[in-house]
């Protein structure tokens, strides 16, 4: 069912013991596996983009932050939050998908690299993605980008904070964001959906480990989510920016996506659903092995396009 690099991938992550516990006793051995697999399946940064580190102040916190720009001037923005479960990943974790989006699409990327869960379990990372987005808007200027084309994106968990982060920007009226991109995003705290019990058990990702993640990330809120921690589970889809949303048919959140995007539409957002039949969960970092992970990555930087008018 599965093409030969995601297979690949597969027997790494899982000889690596990474995304197998659900009650971790050594989170920095952990954390460390996963930047060890994230830097074994990399790709080098594409000729011509300009890449460099910074830091910016959100809120009280300083946030390290990766910019990716492309030559041309005044590029639209992504702001991108990185996946692994509100618990791993780092600018590094995720720095061939930000650089490839930035290259194959022609605009700029800004990775942020927001606290972690459980040190900073919810409301930090959000508070963290939400406060960066602001910064980084209220500095266009020296960063070079289009203030008027900016959308936020993410994966797993960091779909999850670019889809709350819109939900905040539209509840406070700005900024005025082009799109929300999310790669199979956890969404809800509601595990009643068919994908957590047909796709209870797939590889990398079961739905024990999804329910531990969340709990790690929510602590004791997660009984009494906020909309900006579970966005699924929000009282109004109105006015919220266009979405690309990608799920795969081997993850329990695969019906997150589908959801996410029906509701959209009932409330009038454009929103396009990218099913994967043959796909795992964070099988974006195995694109370059993988043609079937090469064809989303290649729809996902159409899409990111189209809807960042780039």
Known sequence: MFDEGIRHYINRCEEEDVFTETQPTDLTSLRQKYLRICEEFSIPHPPGLKVWDDTIRAGSQDVAIRVFAPSRKRPPLLVFFHGGGWMYG?????????????????????????????????PAPFDDAWNSLAAIMADADRLGFDSDRVGVAGDSGGGNLAAGVALKARDLGAPKLCCQVLLYPALTTDFTAPSYTERAV????????VKFCWRTYLDDQFDTPTDYAAPLQAQSFENLPPAFVVGCEYDPLRDDAKAYVERLRQSGVPAELRHEPRLIHGYMRARAISPAAAASFDATVMASKRLLGA
């Open 90 to 122: 780092n600018l590094d974790s995720h720095d061939s998908l930000t650089s490839g989006l930035a290259a194959a699409g022609d605009f700029m990327v800004i990775a942020v690299d927001y606290r972690l869960a459980p040190e900073h379990p919810y």
């Open 202 to 209: 797939v590889p990398l990702l079961t739905t024990e480990e």
